[in-house]
């Protein structure tokens, strides 16, 4: 199609509803403009056609011959594109709400929880990605993420979801807590760190530990280095939410506390109104991270 053969979009639509209603002041009404901007919409859409399309007829306007038959092709075209944007917008809400996590948050914070989510709202299906690599919503079709940092990516929808209080933690077998309390003492035991988090090996180092005068193991993901945390091959240092649970069940030990205020688990969105599957989802856990 020569879109650059047709008038302007905008002139057409006032154009369109100006004809339907055959009043100004009620065209400007259905598409939020003034009455002094449709009246210019359709004096230029005359202008470029060459041919008068209304005219006054009471208090109101009317279509000539030629504008009624015009307006005629337009609410039908209109139509055929409002059913094929209606007929996206169901499919999307049809379709599965895809989440985009990381794995350790995935296997640490959220699967604990989900069964409260999928019991409050058994109509919503959930299809969740664990992944460290980085994605586009909209390229890729997700239509939401939780992601660990500072909150600040640019063109992105960003709420604070956890808080960024580090814990460094170990195996009960390996440490005495009443011993061990403090990030110095914490450093002379074997370290385990996930080779790609480099904002939590930052975070320690702030905290006064060089981590380069440790005996440091890097693993390829958190998970790994939890599971070796537990097994008692060292002391490892994590986001509080990851966590507390397995500190509260006895599986872990807390060391000590880094707090970081700048740092934490975002859900991230585009910036747009969300939908209605995706508000439940939020509400669900903003809810959770707050209980």
Known sequence: MDWSSLP???????????ARHQNLSAAARELNVTHAAIAQHVRSLETDLATPLLFRSGRGVAPTEEGRHLALHLTDGFDIIAQGVSALQRSKEDRPLSVSVTPSFAANWLMPRIGG???AHPEISL???PSVHLIDLRRDGFDMAIRFGNGKWPGLSCELLTSGEFWVVAS???VTTGNTTTLAEAGNYPWLMDQHMLEWR???EDAGLDLNTVDMTSLETNELVLSATRAGLGVSVHPRSLVEREVAFGALTQICSLPRTD???HLVTLPRPLRTKERAFRKWLMAEAKA
């Open 8 to 18: 302007s979009l905008a002139a057409l639509r006032a154009f369109e509803a100006a």
């Open 117 to 119: 989510f999928w019991q």
């Open 127 to 129: 299809n969740i990605n």
């Open 172 to 174: 009960p077998q390996l």
């Open 202 to 204: 930052q975070v320690v």
């Open 263 to 265: 740092l934490g688990y």
